[in-house]
């Protein structure tokens, strides 16, 4: 049922035009990193529905939190380690492409349920423009989207999902790199004075107390700000695969 919403959306977009989708601002929120502590975890369901989980697969609590978020109905991420994180699901550029896709493989068996996959550090993995492509080649064949975490200003993942037109998107905001509740909500307002500004805006947190704290706090009073809290999935149809003028030109990633 989700793959079919991605779908409808994605044509939708190619058909109107993303002007003509939406007629109001929308914002993403995706929790990385979940999977380590599940009563922590578990805090992201008091936030709202819209807001996705990206689950790490080396971790004790992964597929048991996995299966709980699919049965509340969250967009579920894979939160893929990539080099310069270690781990034996880990991408790594020396290793050959047989072994990155059991490692996808072996990630995904430990993740059940996920729509998409999006990268734990990798600011040297994702430049890799070798590795890149083949990962979204491998999403492609699966049915799943990818999320540019953005770790590096060098990464080519992006570039490499809309070469192959795969359903991706870049994040735009991180919200907690400085842990403190004043600054979680300093970055949410950049992100939704983003949102206003480009259209779209898709913020990446962390399960930490400020985080989960200003989000409780401020994400139920987004719609009578004007803004639309919604799954990535429909951002990605929004954005018709376009890059935001931060990460490309013309709609084309750098």
């Given at each position: 049922?989700?793959?079919?919403?991605?779908l409808?959306?994605?044509?939708?977009?190619?058909?109107?035009?993303?002007a003509?989708?939406?007629?109001?601002?929308?914002?993403?929120?995706?929790?990385d990193?979940l999977?380590?502590?599940?009563p922590?975890?578990?805090?992201v369901?008091?936030?709202?529905?819209?807001?996705?989980?990206?689950?790490?697969?080396?971790?004790p609590?992964a597929?048991e939190?996995?299966?709980?978020?699919h049965?509340r109905?969250r967009?579920?991420?894979?939160?893929?380690?990539?080099?310069?994180?270690g781990?034996?699901?880990?991408?790594?550029p020396?290793?050959?492409?047989?072994?990155?896709s059991?490692?996808l493989a072996?990630?995904?068996?430990?993740?059940?349920?996920?729509?998409?996959?999006?990268?734990?550090e990798?600011s040297r993995m994702?430049a890799?423009?070798a590795?890149m492509?083949?990962l979204m080649?491998?999403l492609?064949?699966?049915h799943?989207?990818f999320l540019?975490?953005?770790?590096s200003?060098a990464?080519?993942?992006?570039?490499?999902a809309?070469k192959?037109?795969?359903?991706?998107?870049?994040r735009d905001?991180?919200l907690?790199?400085?842990?403190d509740?004043a600054d979680?909500a300093?970055?949410l307002?950049?992100?939704?004075?983003?949102?206003r500004?480009?259209?779209?805006?898709?913020?990446?947190g962390?399960?930490?107390p400020?985080?989960?704290?200003?989000?409780a706090?401020e994400l139920?009073?987004?719609?009578a700000a004007?803004?639309?809290?919604?799954?990535p999935n429909l951002?990605?149809?929004?954005?018709?695969n376009r890059?935001?003028?931060?990460?490309g030109?013309?709609?084309?990633?750098?």
């Open positions: 049922m989700r793959q079919a919403r991605l409808f959306g994605l044509c939708l977009a190619a058909l109107l035009g993303p003509q989708v939406v007629a109001q601002p929308l914002l993403s929120v995706v929790i990193d999977g380590q502590n599940l922590r975890d578990r805090q369901f008091d936030l709202p529905a819209p807001v996705a989980m990206a689950i790490m697969p080396d971790t609590h597929a939190l996995a299966r709980e978020a049965q109905g967009t579920l991420l894979l939160h893929l380690p990539m080099d310069p994180a781990g034996p699901y880990a991408w790594r020396e290793l050959p492409p047989a072994e990155l059991q490692r072996a990630a995904l068996a430990a993740v059940p349920y996920v729509q998409g996959v999006n990268n734990h990798g994702t890799d423009r590795g492509g083949l080649q491998d492609q064949q699966r799943l989207f540019d975490s953005r770790t200003a990464t080519v993942a992006a570039a490499e809309q192959v037109g795969l359903a991706s998107l870049s905001v991180f907690d790199d400085q842990p509740e979680v300093r970055q307002q950049v992100g939704i004075e983003l949102a500004k480009q259209g779209t805006a898709l913020l990446i962390h399960p930490k400020a985080t989960l704290k200003v989000l706090r139920p009073k987004l719609k004007g803004i639309e809290l919604v799954e951002l990605i149809a929004e954005r018709g890059a935001m003028a931060a990460h030109k013309n709609g084309i990633y750098r």
